[in-house]
């Protein structure tokens, strides 16, 4: 009976035990189940299977990125925050989940190449709160967007985009360069300043930092951040506020109120911002945040994530649009000389300009600032020193075009009608300037303006902006953009550490990633370090003379300016044909060599001729470059190098004619602050 109680216990016990693991296996099972259904990761990589983007969707949404292996980007949260309805990236259901492989190519129009290859694969996830979220892998990076397709319109409260650095690892920022307090103040800015380069954790937390901007991985890896198709929503700066490895976006909040005021009356200052930063329609296209990635710092010199990014031309018949290059009056003060007339804002100076400008083959002519009267904003006050209809019509008689200058706020007055107004006359576009920000309604400006002058066939090179976003590819005649700390600043600038040479060997690597820039170039008057002073009158370059040259080759600018005196290049005539010769649009695009804020070579294509280029910072420099590409044949190069003096006295270079050799290892030397520049054709 003892045996048979013990039995009936133990078999009682052993039942208790099966089940207790059946609730604990049936436990364990619903905790994997529910762990699963509200965590779920979604990966995507790039052609070349080095990129990997793996993307988690739980209560919130937040991507990490790895090249080769090496994690770059943590765990970093995407998210919307809305106004009248459910965020986007908040506790967000996903609807399907599909991806996709694509090849193909673009033909690009006043780009740095004639053709850019589109591969990549992409991840869209699609959610039950009327959004989607698509992630873009190619092998130069990746980028992501959310797309709404809402019952109705809303607000954008806040965005949430962020990037957190595996390390703290080095990074040129260039940061928004007045420092005004608050921060917020920051959004109104010119978007012209030199890099700082310290750690992530080192940014100063009280300061914006517009984009395009880079950092330095392990391995010699480069991270740069840039945007693309910025349509009716603000651009995005970034701040450090916590002294961690992260990077958050900041964006401008909506104008609430502004009023005519800044330079000359010609700006629109805003006085009051909204609580949110865009009004948005239901379905939206968001930009594309943009995460290039490569091994070798020159890879950079040839990236095109941003063009390749933007919305498709808008404008089908181009053959109006006409690339070129522009003798430019306001850099060299309207500095003519050894004429019979007094030089300044008149008619008889501009047609000195022209005379220059068709005995070069030179495309265009500017009107900067002062052909209207100043003060008034009103660009049908032409000031009584100039007959704009003589002078258009002299130049038209000389194959040479008119560009006129305008501020903001004197050509968003009456657009339309400036617009038709000097186009009837002759007018071939405008350089519109003093924008200074980057909210919702200034980037609307932007592409008002540039499809009005489309409807009136009207190039517009956009000055005082923010960077390109790839509006040049949606709207053509958007044929160039400013936000670039160019030569101008040598009119006023004093030499401080991050000086115009060292920017020169940095922009190419970070600010020419998201596409053409006015830097205006080509000063006659050069100055070595210790020469170098700011004279607004008669200006200086820094660096030697075939710096200048060599910047006309590295610097992608479909409209380019010759920033010096007519008098000073004709007394120049060597130079002035060379650069009158360079092409300002190419079919194709070789990195060659480069170290960023150090130095750099590209080679780049027009037709059957190779044109080189290379830039050092102060150090002297010898390369050897590997002239490969051109494949099998003879050819002869006519060399601008630096003269053995040119440490010294700038301006001096020898020019030369050299056999390229066979092996294709081209050695050069450049001076301190120096270039290099080639033309190659085949014998």
């Not at 945007?227 to 603000?234: G, I, R, T, V």
């Not at 911002?273 to 865009?278: D, G, L, V, Y």
Request: charged content about 25%; overall charge negative.
């Amino acid at each position: 009976m003892i045996v048979a109680k013990r039995y009936f216990k133990l078999e009682l016990n052993l039942i208790k035990v099966f089940y207790m693991k059946k609730v604990i296996l049936a436990l364990a099972l619903f905790l994997m189940c529910s762990y699963s259904f509200a965590q779920k990761v979604y990966q995507v990589k790039s052609p070349d299977g080095k990129l990997n983007v793996s993307v988690s969707v739980d209560k919130s949404i937040s991507y990490s990125l790895s090249f080769n292996g090496n994690e770059l980007i943590t765990p970093s949260v995407v998210a919307m925050q809305l106004d009248g309805m459910k965020s986007f990236g908040v506790e967000s259901k996903v609807k399907s989940a599909k991806t996709l492989s694509h090849s193909g190519s673009i033909v690009a129009f006043a780009y740095k190449k004639a053709k850019v290859d589109d591969n990549y694969n992409e991840l869209v996830l699609q959610f039950k709160e009327n959004f989607s979220l698509i992630f873009r892998a190619y092998n130069e990076g990746v980028a992501y967007r959310f797309v709404s397709n809402a019952k109705k319109d809303f607000k954008v409260v806040a965005e949430d985009a962020s990037f957190n650095f595996a390390k703290d690892w080095n990074t040129f920022i260039p940061y928004e360069r007045d420092n005004q307090q608050p921060y917020e103040k920051q959004f109104y800015n010119s978007f012209e300043n030199v890099y700082t380069h310290t750690s992530l954790s080192q940014l100063d937390p009280n300061r914006i930092a517009f984009l395009p901007m880079v950092v330095e991985a392990d391995n010699g890896v480069k991270i740069c951040i840039a945007e693309a198709d910025l349509e009716h929503y603000p651009g995005m700066f970034v701040r450090n506020a916590d002294h961690n490895n992260s990077l958050k976006g900041e964006f401008a909040p909506c104008p609430k109120e502004t009023v005519q005021g800044g330079h000359n009356n010609l700006e629109r200052l805003v006085k009051s911002r909204e609580p949110f930063i865009a009004r948005c329609s239901a379905n939206t296209n968001f930009p594309w945040r943009i995460i290039s990635v490569v091994s070798d710092d020159k890879d950079l010199l040839n990236n095109d994530m941003v063009y390749r990014l933007a919305s498709p031309s808008r404008v089908q018949d181009k053959s109006w649009i006409k690339p070129g290059k522009v003798a430019w009056d306001w850099w060299n003060d309207w500095g003519i000389y050894q004429v019979d007339f007094k030089a300044g804002v008149n008619t008889e100076t501009y047609k000195a300009y022209i005379d220059f400008a068709s005995k070069n083959h030179i495309e265009y002519v500017i009107l900067d600032e002062g052909w209207a009267v100043n003060g008034q904003a009103d660009l049908f006050q032409v000031v009584p020193e100039i007959d704009l209809k003589e002078i258009i019509d002299y130049a038209h008689s000389k194959n040479v075009d008119i560009i006129l200058w305008a501020g903001c706020y004197a050509f968003d007055r009456d657009m339309e009608h400036v617009c038709k107004y000097y186009s009837e006359m002759g007018v071939k576009g405008f350089k519109v300037d003093f924008m200074n920000h980057d909210d919702q309604a200034m980037v609307d400006f932007h592409y008002r303006a540039a499809a009005m002058g489309a409807k009136y066939h009207l190039l517009m090179d956009f000055h005082g902006t923010y960077k390109p976003t790839g509006l040049n590819r949606t709207y053509p005649n958007v044929i160039n953009f400013e936000g670039v700390n160019g030569l101008e600043q040598m009119k006023w600038g004093e030499l401080k550490k991050d000086d115009q040479v060292v920017y020169d060997v940095t922009i190419p690597f970070i600010r020419m990633v998201a596409g053409p820039m006015d830097y205006t170039q080509g000063a006659m008057r050069n100055a070595s370090r210790a020469n170098y002073r700011p004279v607004n009158s008669d200006p200086m370059s820094q660096g030697t003379r075939c710096h200048q040259l060599a910047e006309y080759v590295i610097f992608t600018s479909p409209l380019n300016m010759l920033c010096d005196s007519p008098t000073h290049y004709e007394k120049e005539q060597e130079c002035t044909d060379f650069i009158s010769a360079v092409p300002t649009v190419w079919d194709e695009t070789v990195p060659l060599s480069g170290k960023i804020g150090e130095y750099v070579a590209v080679a780049r294509r027009k037709g059957n001729t190779w044109y080189v280029g290379a830039l050092t910072d102060w150090s002297r420099r010898t390369l050897t470059l590997d002239l490969s590409f051109l494949g099998d044949g003879d050819f002869t190069g006519e060399v601008f190098a630096d003269g053995v003096n040119a440490d010294k006295i700038a301006s001096d270079y020898q020019k030369s004619s050299i056999e390229i050799p066979a092996d294709r290892q081209l050695s050069i030397t450049m001076a301190q602050g120096g270039g290099y520049a080639l033309k190659i054709v085949r014998k």
